[in-house]
C-alpha cells in the first residue's frame, strides 16, 4: 500500500472514530437539544495537545476548547498520575472552555503503559444552574451567575462515576437526572473511541501510528500553507460592531482585526478590540481561536482536513482582558456575540484582499432558552438563524447563516419538541424583503412563532437586531429581525435583544425574527429577470421591488 493511500486510510479511520464518539452521545443523551438537534462533538488528542482528528459534526468551537483546556487538564492531574478507565472533565472557560454548561470530557488511551491519547466529547448539558434554566444567562455580570463552575476533576474510574462529582452536578442542576443521562452519554462516547483508537495501535504498532499520524499532520500543514500562498500578500484591517451588552443599551462594542498574510503564514491581530465588560458579551480565548480559524478556512482550499497542521501557519493573537480573552471573573455565556463579530471582520478583510471572493456581512443566530416556570423543570434552548450576506456572484443563502459553533442539525424538529414541552409552534416562514437589496440579494430571514400552553420563562441572546449587516459595494444592509411578544389581544410587543426569563402567560406567542443577510453591488444593477424571479418565489414583495429595485411589472402569465 502507498505511502499517500495508507495515510489516507489512517485519516479516515481517526475521524471515524471521533464520528462514533458523537453518534454514541447523541443517541445515549437525554437532553432535547442533544438528542433532537444532533448536537454533539467528538475529537481525538495526543498527550502533546496536538488535534488530531474530529468527527464531522464537530464545531471548530468546540475542537478549539478541547485542544486548549487538554494542556490545563495535564497541570491539574498529570499523566503519570492517570490509570486505564479514568475520565475526566472541566467546563472552566478561562483554561480553555466554553462557557459553564458545555462539559469538556476526557479518556485516556494508554499505549506501553502510558497515556499517549486521549479521546474527547462535549455537550451543552440541560441545566447547571446559574440567573435561567438551561444555561443562557444573557444579563450575567460575572461568571458565578452563569453556572457551576469546574476545574479539571476525575469524573469516573473503571468502576463508573465519582459519587461526590455526581453529588455536585446534581445539587447544582434544576434538571440532574436529565444532566447526569448526559454526562454518562460523553464518558461513553469516550469510551467507543478509544476502542477504536486501541485497535489502530494494534493494527499500525505504536511507533506506526505515530508515525502515521505526525505525517498526517505535516500534509495537513502543507496543503494549508500551498492554499495560503495563493492569497495575495498584505495587510488588510476591518471592525465590526456589537449593539449593546444587554445592561447599557445606548453603547455599543467594537471588534477590530488586522489581517496580515505573509507567503504560506497568516497572522490575525485582534489590537484595538474593545476591553472586557461586566456583562455577558465576553469570550474565552479558545472560541476566538475558533472563529479566527474559521474564517480563514472560508477562504482556503475547503477540502484541507481540519486538524492540528491547519493552525500551525495561523497565528492569532488576542489582547488579553478584552472582549475575545476575558479573565476571570467576567462572563464567558455570551460568546457567540463577540467571536462572531471577529469572524465578520476577518470576512470583510480577506474580502479586501480577495474581492472576487467577497462576502457582505450575514444576520447572526438568534438564541433562546423557554422554560417552566416552576418544578418540575422543562427547557427547550434552540437557535435562529439569519440571512447569509450576498457573496461576489451570487444571493446569499436563507436562513442559515454563517456558523462554525452548531453540530449537524441544532434546530430541533417539531414534533418532538411539542412532545416534551408545552408549546405550539405554529410558524416557520422565510421573511419577505428582509435580505439586503443588491445586485447580489443578502439572504433572507425568518419568523418562528411559538404559542405556549402554560405559563413559560423567555431567555434570548441576540444582536444585529440594532445595528444591520451592512452591504458591500453599493449593496444595501440587511432588514433587521428582533424578539417580540404576541399577547392575549393579537398586539406585539418588541423585547429587548438580550432579556432574562421574561414570563409568557399560557396562550402568549414568542416571535423570533432573524435578521437578513447584506447586499453585494448596487440594487438597481440586479438582473430584471432575478428580480422578476424573487418575486414567483416569494423572497420579495411587488412593493419592495419597486422601492429596492425599482421593478414595477411582474412577468407576463402563459396562456
Not at 56 to 76: G, I, Q
Not at 307 to 312: E, K, P
Not at 359 to 376: E, H, R, V
Not at 398 to 410: E, L, P, Q, Y
Request: glycine fraction near 10%; charge should be negative.
Amino acid at each position: 500500500m502507498s505511502d499517500a493511500l495508507t495515510a489516507e486510510v489512517l485519516r479516515n479511520a481517526l475521524v471515524v472514530a471521533a464520528e462514533e464518539a458523537s453518534i454514541v452521545v447523541v443517541r445515549s443523551a437525554y437532553s432535547t437539544f442533544v438528542v433532537e438537534g444532533s448536537d454533539a462533538s467528538a475529537a481525538i488528542l495526543d498527550a502533546d495537545a496536538r488535534l488530531i482528528a474530529q468527527s464531522m459534526a464537530t464545531t471548530l468551537m468546540n475542537s478549539m476548547a478541547l485542544k486548549v483546556a487538554l494542556p490545563e487538564l495535564l497541570k491539574d492531574l498529570p499523566a503519570p498520575t492517570m490509570r486505564p478507565g479514568d475520565v475526566f472533565v472541566l467546563n472552566d472557560a478561562y483554561r480553555g472552555g466554553v462557557h459553564t454548561n458545555d462539559l469538556l470530557v476526557y479518556r485516556p488511551v494508554f499505549v506501553e503503559g502510558e497515556p499517549r491519547y486521549f479521546t474527547a466529547t462535549m455537550i451543552h448539558v440541560s441545566d447547571l444552574g446559574g440567573l435561567s434554566a438551561g444555561g443562557m444567562a444573557p444579563l450575567a455580570t460575572d461568571i458565578f451567575l452563569e453556572g457551576l463552575q469546574l476545574p479539571p476533576v476525575r469524573l469516573a474510574t473503571e468502576r463508573g462515576v465519582e459519587p461526590a462529582v455526581e453529588a455536585i452536578l446534581r445539587a447544582n442542576s434544576r434538571t440532574p437526572d436529565k444532566v447526569m443521562g448526559d454526562v454518562r452519554a460523553l464518558i461513553a462516547g469516550t469510551a467507543v473511541a478509544a476502542t477504536r483508537l486501541a485497535a489502530l495501535v494494534t493494527e499500525y504498532g505504536p511507533a506506526g501510528l505515530a508515525r502515521g499520524i505526525d505525517d498526517y499532520l505535516d500534509y495537513t500543514e502543507a496543503r494549508t500553507r500551498a492554499s495560503l500562498a495563493d492569497l495575495p500578500d498584505g495587510r488588510h484591517t476591518a471592525s465590526y460592531l456589537i449593539d449593546d451588552d444587554g445592561l447599557d443599551l445606548g453603547v455599543s462594542h467594537t471588534v477590530r482585526v488586522a489581517v496580515t498574510v505573509d507567503g504560506t503564514a497568516v497572522t490575525l491581530d485582534f489590537a484595538g478590540t474593545g476591553p472586557q465588560v461586566p456583562a455577558a458579551i465576553n469570550s474565552s480565548a479558545s472560541q476566538a481561536l475558533a472563529a479566527a480559524v474559521f474564517a480563514v478556512r472560508c477562504f482556503l482550499d475547503p477540502t484541507i482536513p481540519m486538524n492540528d497542521g491547519c493552525l500551525r501557519p495561523i497565528d492569532v493573537r488576542l489582547p488579553p482582558g478584552s472582549l475575545l480573552d476575558a479573565r476571570s471573573p467576567y462572563p464567558c455565556g455570551g460568546r457567540f456575540v463577540p467571536i462572531y463579530a471577529a469572524m465578520e471582520a476577518i470576512f470583510q478583510a480577506l474580502s479586501d484582499a480577495v474581492p472576487g471572493r467577497a462576502i457582505a456581512a450575514s444576520g447572526i443566530l438568534q438564541p433562546f432558552s423557554i422554560a417552566a416556570c416552576d418544578a418540575p423543570y422543562w427547557i427547550h434552548l434552540s437557535y435562529d438563524f439569519g440571512g447569509v450576506g450576498a457573496r461576489q456572484g451570487k444571493d446569499g443563502p436563507d436562513a442559515t447563516g454563517v456558523h462554525f459553533g452548531i453540530g449537524r442539525n441544532s434546530v430541533p424538529q417539531v414534533e418532538p419538541v411539542e412532545s416534551r414541552c408545552p408549546l405550539v409552534v405554529e410558524s416557520v416562514e422565510l421573511i419577505p424583503d428582509s435580505g439586503g437589496p443588491g445586485r447580489h440579494r443578502g439572504g433572507l430571514g425568518s419568523r418562528t412563532v411559538i404559542r405556549f400552553l402554560a405559563g413559560a420563562h423567555v431567555t434570548t441572546r441576540g444582536d444585529r437586531l440594532r445595528n444591520p449587516p451592512p452591504g458591500r459595494a453599493g449593496g444595501l444592509p440587511g432588514r433587521l429581525g428582533g424578539f417580540f411578544r404576541r399577547r392575549l389581544d393579537g398586539s406585539l410587543e418588541r423585547l429587548d435583544s438580550k432579556v432574562n426569563n421574561v414570563r409568557f402567560a399560557a396562550g402568549e406567542a414568542f416571535v423570533v425574527e432573524t435578521t437578513g443577510g447584506g447586499g453585494i453591488g448596487p440594487p438597481g444593477t440586479r438582473a430584471h429577470e432575478a428580480v422578476l424571479d424573487d418575486l414567483d418565489a416569494g423572497k420579495i414583495t411587488p412593493a419592495g421591488a419597486a422601492a429596492d429595485y425599482g421593478v414595477t411589472t411582474h412577468r407576463a402569465t402563459p396562456n
